[in-house]
């Protein structure tokens, strides 16, 4: 994969993400797990201490969110794992000319 590929992937992810945030039928158990993550790196409890060891104490941080952000893209229910854009929906569909 390359490095362009990679980052749309992550763009990609990442709109993702912000739609199933905003959906109102995405359960609120789903929206809670990237909370509460945010709410561990904002507080004073930490499983690596940020100063204590410099440079792994902020991965442990950055490894639970994204984490975090995979397991709400992966538990979403399929219907909602690729929400709709907003930009229009294709139906596909057979459709027949009646003579009038």
Known sequence: MSRREIG????????????LLRDPHTPGWLKLIPLLV????????DLLPDLAIPGIGSLDDLVLLLLALRMLLDL??????NPPS???EVIEA???????
């Not at 945010?38 to 409890?45: D, E, M, R, T």
């Not at 979403?76 to 794992?81: C, L, Q």
């Not at 057979?94 to 009038?100: D, F, I, K, P, S």
Request: charge should be positive; charged fraction near 30%.
């Open 8 to 19: 749309w992937s992550w763009w990609h992810d990442l709109r993702r993400i912000w739609r």
């Open 38 to 45: 945010v709410l561990y790196i904002l507080s004073p409890i």
């Open 76 to 81: 979403a229910p399929r219907g909602k794992r």
């Open 86 to 88: 907003g930009q229009g």
């Open 94 to 100: 057979t459709y027949r000319v009646l003579e009038e």
